[in-house]
């Protein structure tokens, strides 16, 4: 069963500086999302992305954050200056519709910002 | 902002035993009910789904029940195995965004016992 596929595994990054979090959604979809999950606390939506651009933002994603699909496979998640508080597990999503349809959810990104 | 809240953040079961995972809402412009499971390092698997339309979804073990008067759904178990060990998420979307915009709840971690 085709899945998505997320890389890497583990990041660990110093605060302040840039990190990318990169994504190979299921090829015949569409719709492409990344949520977070900080430790101990609820699965939150971040963004979804549809033809090329932000179709849904949360109050989370704010200037500091932005994605990119840079090719016709790679979906990429840039925070440009992280924070303690960015540390959380970062999963990418994708769907073929947007109605009635269920997120397909890579296996995630753990985030340590130090 | 709980409009999806799942009351128990821990449940015990039996193996053979039926398990009742609960979920509440507070959006009344929800449209679509999912379940996701979620194993440690893995991302959220998609279970069972139900459309507000309906009010019960049965997919082999598992049935979801939605009670729209109450806000409320359920998933069941039946019967309940090793393998289901795992947090559960309730999760919702209104007609609107769709499935962009997915709201979780806090996830249930079950455990069963033999």
């Known amino acids: 069963e085709p899945e998505v596929t997320q890389t890497p595994s583990h990041q660990v990054t110093q605060m302040g500086q840039e990190v990318i979090l990169r994504c190979v959604p299921i090829s015949n979809h569409l719709y492409f999302y990344w949520y977070r999950q900080i430790l101990g606390q609820k699965v939150e939506f971040l963004v979804s992305f549809y033809n090329n651009e932000i179709s849904e933002k949360s109050e989370i994603f704010d200037d500091q954050f932005s994605v990119e699909r840079p090719d016709g496979s790679n979906f990429t998640l840039k925070i440009r200056s992280t924070k303690l508080e960015d540390s959380a597990m970062y999963f990418c999503?994708?769907?073929?519709?947007?109605?009635?349809?269920?997120?397909?959810f890579g296996n995630g990104t753990r985030l340590t910002v130090t | 902002d709980q409009q999806v809240k799942q009351n128990s953040p821990s449940l015990s079961v039996q193996e053979g035993r039926i398990s009742i995972l609960n979920c509440d809402y507070t959006n009344s412009m929800f449209d679509y009910f999912l379940w996701y499971k979620k194993y440690p390092a893995e991302g959220p698997t998609f279970l069972i789904s139900?459309?507000?339309?309906?009010d019960k979804n049965e997919d082999g073990r598992f049935t979801v029940f939605l009670n729209k008067s109450a806000k409320h759904l359920s998933l069941h178990i039946v019967p309940s195995q090793p393998g289901d060990s795992a947090v559960y998420f309730c999760a919702a979307h209104g007609p609107v965004q769709g499935a962009q915009k997915l709201v979780f709840g806090q996830g249930t971690r079950l455990t069963i016992n033999p």
């Open positions: 999503a994708s769907s073929a519709r947007v109605r009635g349809e269920t997120l397909h």
């Open positions: 139900i459309s507000s339309i309906k």
